[in-house]
């Protein structure tokens, strides 16, 4: 198993990205796993000593370009051949990594992920979820979170679908809930796409429908997986990381309100395409850096994506 | 100033809508006002003994009928014409209340807004905003927050009109700051709506566009006003009022979270209609109802809606 990691990504890279590997290592005692390190070589090799990372773990892949934050994607793709989010695409459409993980710039694995691998044949679109601190204690998981601001119905349908194959396979929730995002609890009830997408979710024999979420459900147990467009969905999210800061700024130390943490998630997932690609908060840290290993080599051991085809070949 | 009041919203009516009122007259000293209930009168008239709200200071108009709050409203209004909703918007339409103030069904109650009395010239749709407690202790308004699922363009221009009019003249925030909700910072993003609606903003004399705001800003004091369409805003709104359900469930006592308790704000008010409406929750408790006819006061006291009407004219 082939994962390859940006190490030039996010707002503490390499440092923190390094000791996140670190962290997994520690954590996880996995024979077959070989990480393939993407980066400055000159930055990457004190780190990788000082760190004192097993030489058998990894090889580095020599990068001297490093896709900023703010770049606009295609055109960064296009011009930094030799970044390393470039370089990262480049070993996974050859085959050479099996899952790319990465803390730049969002935009750039986007394009990345649909342009050098394949989408899920019958996918409509490629999804982003982030998973959702449940106050019962279980994980929900929202998609889309911000790849797709206009949807049709059709996606919404297929956001359900992959969600629940997701959800079941690495949270392991059995027979999850799917809820559509909504204004209100009766059917009806929304905008000209909540209402269209309701009847086509109720009829989708793949998921357990349950109805309608509103805003109020996001954090109970009413849904496993909630279904929305990604321009709420990004909301919903970008507000649900607020939570944490404030819980911090006001000095509230209380278990639950610390899930709100999303460091410890690691990072979303895309959905929808052949293999494993996961984008990270650009303030990543150590954690989360670990957390999306894990969260890689769990997708590769359950071949979640290959369940996510066969779900949406089966629609 | 003749304000009137559905006494029979809501989940604990009549009771703490009898004690909203008693609560607002031994916190205020307001010479001309008087207020007009609506309700059973034989539920009303002990409840007003036992809580002493002295006779000078209101009027009972006995009605028969009941709105609940899962009626259709358009059906319910036509056929309950002795409802206290109903009766409560005659009134209105005929000049014996200068406001009106309900937490019962807010279909009807927007229903009733809509056809009792007149939009204000200009205006392409009403509109429903909410509060928003700020960490830095200011008050922020969010609309719309569900009257106006799909909106236009146009619509979220002339929301960000009315809603800096409001901040202005009720919360006193002088040149308040308008932000378009989107999903992310820099002007282009975002879904086609918001992608249209920025460049009008942007050209918009009238407020003090700052551009956009995000998820994680919806408490932060970037914006004082916040606009979006109906349906991502109804989303933000529950998602903020469950913060303070959250934080109850979790014994957190906070002087930032308390002040999610949306009771605190009352209610809130149609914007673009010739007279104060004011929806409250059906959970409205005494001070919820105190703090609706408060507003009522201060709507009328500064005339703002007279100033919407001015700018809505003058855009």
């Known amino acids: 198993m082939n994962i390859g990691i940006d190490m030039m990504g996010g707002d503490f890279a390499p440092l923190e990205a390094v000791k996140g590997v670190k962290q997994y290592l520690l954590n996880n005692d996995f024979e077959g796993l070989h990480l393939v390190l993407f980066g400055d070589e000159g930055l990457l090799q004190p780190l990788l000593s000082r760190y004192e990372i097993p030489a058998d773990k990894y090889k580095v892949v020599a990068t001297t370009q490093v896709i900023d934050m703010h770049e606009h994607p295609t055109k960064a793709l296009k011009e930094k051949t030799d970044s390393s989010i470039a370089v990262g695409f480049k070993y996974m459409a050859a ?3 099996d899952a790319f993980i990465s803390a730049g710039n969002t935009g750039a694995m986007m394009v990345g992920a649909m342009f050098s691998i394949r989408v899920v044949e019958g996918v409509l679109r490629p999804t982003i979820s982030s998973v959702i601190p449940k106050q019962d204690g279980t994980t929900g998981l929202l998609l889309d979170v911000g790849l797709n601001a206009d949807c049709k119905p059709e996606q919404l349908n297929q956001f359900a679908v992959m969600g629940a194959v997701f959800s079941k396979y690495i949270f392991g929730v059995d027979d999850p809930k799917v809820g559509l995002m909504n204004v209100g609890e009766e059917e009806g009830k929304g905008n000209i796409l909540a ?6 979710l109720k009829a989708n024999k793949a998921i357990n429908f349950i ?6 459900d996001v954090f109970n147990h009413k849904a496993d997986v909630m279904v929305c467009e990604g321009f709420t969905g990004n909301v919903v999210l970008k507000m649900a990381e607020s939570i944490y800061d404030i819980a ?7 278990p639950y309100l610390n899930r709100f943490n999303f460091e410890i998630y690691g990072g979303t997932p895309v959905l929808g395409v ?14 989360a850096f670990s957390n ?3 969260v890689a080599v769990r997708m590769l051991n359950t071949d979640v994506l290959g369940k996510v085809k066969e779900a949406i070949g089966n629609m």
Chains 1, 2 share one sequence.
Do not use: L
């Open 95 to 97: 085959g050479k990594i």
């Open 195 to 200: 209402q269209a997408a309701y009847p086509m």
């Open 211 to 216: 109805g309608n979420v509103e805003g109020r």
């Open 248 to 254: 911090q700024s006001q000095h509230i130390d209380n």
């Open 274 to 287: 052949e293999k494993p690609v996961i984008i990270g908060h650009g303030i990543s840290h150590d954690t």
């Open 292 to 294: 999306m290993i894990d």
